[in-house]
């Protein structure tokens, strides 16, 4: 098993355990794929969610580059309600988990429909 599949049967179990969904494990292979080697890195891999700096980054890089929405209060409220969702008391809180659940909120799923699963490579080529 790759280091990668490991993690995303980690990813899964957070998923049922502390958020109480049963997570498409399609849909989260691509979010994990769409991360790339920032899922490897204890720091690049986890949100901090008292750090206001991060969660800006969250809102910009990924809200509104990677899925294309307008900045508003909604996406601050949104990154909020997904972190409570997660538990004030869960210190350690994937970065994977989180967009999943952000891509999901806002039903950005197509977002991800090029990436590949069954080979991990990414984007597939348009033609």
Do not use: C, W
Not at 12 to 37: H, Q, S, T, Y
Not at 102 to 122: C, D, I, M, R, W
């Amino acid at each position: 098993m790759s280091k990668r599949e490991e993690l995303i049967i980690k990813y899964a179990a957070e998923l049922k355990e502390k958020i109480g969904e049963v997570p498409d494990i399609d849909f989260l292979k691509k979010v994990v794929i769409g991360l790339g080697p920032s899922i490897y890195n204890s720091d690049s891999s986890t949100i901090s969610g008292i750090d206001k700096s991060e969660l800006e980054t969250v809102k910009n890089n990924f809200l509104i580059k990677k899925l294309g929405l307008r900045d508003g209060p909604e996406l601050n409220n949104a990154i909020e309600s997904i972190l409570n969702k997660y538990g004030e008391s869960n210190r350690t809180k994937y970065r994977a988990v989180v967009y999943y659940l952000l891509a999901k909120h806002f039903g950005k799923e197509e977002v991800y429909s090029q990436v590949n699963t069954q080979k991990g490579t990414g984007p597939r080529k348009k033609e």
